[in-house]
Structures are given as C-alpha cells and as structure tokens.
C-alpha cells in the first residue's frame, strides 16, 4: 500500500490535530486497501475559498495512483457516474437565473413528447397480468424531475422504493438506454410509462437526462458544450469531460472500474464480509466497463473528471457560487425541494450504508439534503461508489473517490463522515473555527 500526501502545512497550533486525523484516515483506508476490497481511494477536503486542507492517494497493487503532488495534467482521471447530477442541476439553475423556466413548469413546455406519456403502471394488478394502464393524473415538473419524484425510472434499479419490482426495466433496456442521442434518450423516455403518479413517490430515475435534454434546447448547445463553457471552463476544470468527448490524454489517464464479487456476495453475505473471506473481494472488469459507451451523452452519469477539479466544483457551491451561480440559487440547490405530496424522501442507505439515516434526508435539486443529527448536507455519490459532500455551515467539503461498482457494497460514505466529524479540526468543536484568532497563521477554515 503507497498513500501519497498534500503538501498543505497546518499552524503548529493545529498540526498535531491534523496528524491524529490524518493517522485515523491511514488506518480506514488500509482496511479497504490491504484486504483488497477497494482498488484504491483518494480523499480531499477543501475549505471555502478553495484552500485543499487535507489530500491522500491510497495505492494498491492493482490500482497504482499518481502521486498527489503531480497534480493538474497528471492526475488520476475518474468515471464519477452519478455525481454528473450535481453538474446538470446547476446548469439548469443557470438557465433558471436566466428566466428560462421555473420549478414548477410542465416540462411539456420545453419538450412537447411529454404531453402524451402513456400512463402509469398499476400499483397493485392482483391477478390481472394486463398492460392496463391508470392516466398520469399530472404533468411532469421540472421541480419532479430534478428531485426523482416525476414517476420516471431507470433500468438499472431492480426495486422500486416502495418494495415493488420495477416494472420499467424491460422497456427502458429495450427503448431508452439504446438512443443514440440524448434526444433519442430523451424521447424513449417519454414513450414509456410512469412507475408512479407524478410527485407522489422518490424513485431513483432519469429525471436528470430529461433535464440535460431542457437545457440543450433553451440554451440551443450541446450538452457538453454548455457544461464546458458554463462550468468547466470558468471553474479552471481542465480535466472533466463526458467519456466520448474526452480527448487521448485525458483518457490515458482514466483509472479501470472495478466490480465487487457479487456472485460470492450473493452465495454467503456474511462470508464475504468477514475477515478471513479467501476469494476474490473484487474483479477487474473489461475496459469497456463504465459510462459513455454508447454514443448519447447522458447527464445523469457521464462524467469524467479528477479529485483536483471536484474539490473547484464543491468549493463553487461553498463560496455561493463562485460565479456560475448566484447565492440564492445556491440555497435553492442545496435546501428541501420535495413535491408536497410526495411520500418519503431518498432511499440514502442504498450508499450511504446506514438504513437509519433515511429520515434524516430530502431533497435538494439533483442532490440529497441532510445528514447525522442536526446537520444540512448536500450530498450526492456515484455507482463507482465516488463520494462528496458539502458543508456549508461549517465551511468545507468532502471529495472521495474511488472505481468500485456498486456503491452499495461498503458504507464508506457514512464510514468517513464518522472520521470528519469526530475530529476535532472538522467535528463539533470549535477549535478549528476558531483558527482566524490565532496570531501565527493566516489560514482559515
């Protein structure tokens, strides 16, 4: 195991607080690295103000990471999956400012294929194995759509959150997930039917492609070119790209996914969670494995990007928005955006590990909101089981990456959020606010 360090020097103050921190995130990395459950992790935290206070690379022998002092051009580059949301959702909040639609329009105005949805599968058909159908009782908002709550689904989620078999998955493989366009996508989408009534039910879902799909045409620019123009570009994120638009060098760069041993899960759960588990914990897989293979790009997953420019990103939402963003619609990101007649909120065990903390969530737009106890987070993560989170009451974020599929396999989210805010430097304490007060230093967090 090779752990590579930021170079970032605490006030004597406070050093001997960052070392015991940095000593408890050593020992939770190696339980990952050194069994060989994970192929490798990187964690960052950043401070408002874009101060990189804490950095690590974890290496194992499967998965060697560039040293962190490399940096820029060089570092390891990330497929961060589902992270992409957060990225969609503030474009759109860009074309929001802009007066280009409110939360609560039908996104029938903007896409017109939405105005005949099929309808809605039936909660309970009994005995009646028909194709019958209940008429959607709504339209479909934006509001609905940025918060999983529009009734659309995805193929690659076997239940849905009230425990009923998704019964969208065989027509989204069929005629969604095969569009060779985000227009194609999109449209596949519409011809199928709801797996609930609009705002009535948080369902993990597409929502944040059809959304991708609004801002190509009120901005009339491609999905990508908007993100690099709008985002990337004035955030200095040289390395974040879809997959098929990232150029040679970046893609050289790209670390292998990897998947966890779901056959030996499956067999004995217990067994593969217990120490003396001899199989493999995890498989490499194909280099074709990961998002953006087909040709549409798709703004709910297609990302590409490095811990270097995932910490600008999260610093941009700690600082009000950094200047893509207004303040005020910063908040709107990051504050409760749930329907009022949706029944419950997001099903955040299914990666953050912890079944307890789901009533301790809503909604934000394209990310969760909440956390333990009385904390207001936004979060969100990836299949690959990429992590990040932003607190902005108390000044910083959080960027863990690592290329494991799925993300529901290790609790390593809720696992570091138990390390961050036990620490004295991140945790309840105060003594890290208080830095700005001591007359040797002028770092702040």
Not at 237 to 245: D, H, P
Not at 294 to 313: C, R
Not at 386 to 391: L, P, Q, S, Y
Request: proline residues 7%; hydrophobic residues 40%.
């Amino acid at each position: 195991r090779a752990a590579h360090a930021s170079t970032f020097h605490w006030p004597p103050l406070f050093q001997g607080h960052m070392e015991a921190f940095s000593a408890k995130v050593d020992a939770w990395a190696a339980r990952y690295i050194e069994s060989e459950r994970l192929p490798s992790l990187a964690v960052a935290i950043v401070r408002r103000g874009g101060e990189v206070v804490f950095r690590k690379g974890y290496s194992s022998g499967v998965q060697p990471l560039t040293p962190v002092e490399a940096g820029g051009d060089n570092e390891d580059v990330y497929w961060i999956a589902s992270n992409t949301k957060i990225v969609t959702a503030v474009a759109a909040l860009q074309l929001h400012e802009a007066g280009l639609w409110e939360l609560d329009d039908p996104v029938s105005n903007f896409l017109p294929e939405f105005l005949s949805v099929p309808g809605v599968h039936k909660v309970d058909q009994g005995d009646d194995e028909s194709d019958e159908l209940d008429p959607v009782q709504q339209p479909i908002t934006m509001r609905m759509l940025l918060t999983h709550t529009s009734g659309i689904s995805y193929s690659i989620i076997p239940f849905l959150s009230d425990g009923r078999p998704n019964p969208a998955c065989e027509g989204y493989n069929d005629h969604v997930d095969k569009g060779k366009t985000l227009a194609e996508v999109v449209q596949g989408i519409a011809r199928q039917p709801l797996v609930a009534q609009p705002g009535t039910q948080w369902n993990y879902s597409m929502g944040l492609e059809v959304v991708g799909r609004v801002i190509e045409v009120l901005s009339g620019k491609p999905i990508d070119v908007y993100f690099s123009e709008h985002i990337f570009d004035p955030l200095g994120m040289k390395s974040t790209q879809f997959l098929q638009r990232a150029p040679p060098t970046l893609k050289a760069r790209r670390l292998r996914v990897f998947g966890a041993n779901q056959g030996a899960l499956s067999k004995d759960r217990q067994q593969f969670y217990s120490d003396d588990f001899a199989g493999p914990k995890m498989i490499e897989l194909p280099a074709s494995a990961g998002g953006g293979q087909g040709s549409a790009l798709l703004p709910g997953g297609g990302l590409l990007s490095t811990v270097g420019d995932w910490t600008k990103f999260v610093n941009a939402l700690l600082e009000d928005g950094s200047g893509i963003l207004r303040p005020e619609s910063v908040a709107l990101l990051t504050s409760a955006q749930l329907p009022p007649a949706c029944k419950g909120g997001p099903a955040m065990h299914l990666i953050n590990g912890k079944s307890e903390e789901d009533a301790t969530y809503t909604m934000g737009l394209g990310g969760a909101v909440g956390g333990p106890g009385e904390r207001q987070l936004f979060e969100w993560g990836g299949v690959t089981s990429t992590v990040m989170w932003v607190d902005r009451a108390a000044g910083f974020g959080v960027v863990c990456f690592t290329q494991l599929l799925t993300s529901m396999v290790y609790p390593i989210r809720s696992e570091l959020k138990d390390i961050v805010y036990a620490s004295t430097l991140f945790g309840e304490s105060q003594t890290a606010r208080d830095v700005s007060k001591h007359p040797n230093t002028e770092n702040k967090l």
